[in-house]
């Protein structure tokens, strides 16, 4: 079972990261989905896109606290330097956020419809959109930030 963990230890780091990264992504999120619509009515819906405000302050919360574990934790520098890795990084995050932001409003219209109690905790339509989004997309980000960004 050692061996295997330091196999794949990269792997289980980015999951670490990632996930330390989706709960500041899902706090905020919860945060600003319930403090935004006071200041901006339209958060609950901007011409049918439901708490985009929210979901783009979140991501980018969510983003940057990616990009410091990755740097300080999960991967070794690659052939870039620190400027164009950030920039490459970025790129990156915002395309992931656009296909984040598309999901979420899938999820949210299609998918989820009822909140669901847990006992402990209820789990709303657009808590559980933005959990599912951020799981897809971190399957997709892993990928291409090992292969491109950080070169293996």
Not at 42 to 55: A, M, Q
Not at 118 to 126: A, D, K, N
Request: aromatic letters at 18%; glycine letters at 6%.
């Amino acid at each position: 079972m050692k061996q295997l963990l330091l196999r794949h230890k990269q792997i289980l780091f980015f999951i670490i990261a990632g996930g330390l990264s989706a709960i500041v992504e899902i706090g905020s999120f919860k945060l600003f989905s319930v403090y935004l619509p006071r200041v901006f009515a339209s958060e609950y819906n901007l011409y049918g896109i439901k708490y985009p405000f929210s979901n783009i302050l979140s991501t980018s919360c969510g983003i940057i606290t990616n990009y410091f574990l990755s740097i300080w934790f999960v991967f070794e520098r690659g052939k870039h330097s620190k400027r164009k890795e950030f920039a490459y990084f970025i790129s990156v995050s915002v395309v992931s956020t656009f296909i984040s932001l598309i999901l979420f409003q899938i999820l949210y219209h299609y998918v989820f419809k009822d909140a669901v109690d847990l006992g402990f905790y209820v789990l709303s339509q657009e808590m559980m959109s933005k959990i599912s989004s951020i799981v897809i997309v971190s399957l997709l980000n892993y990928s291409v930030k090992k292969k491109v960004i950080f070169n293996g």
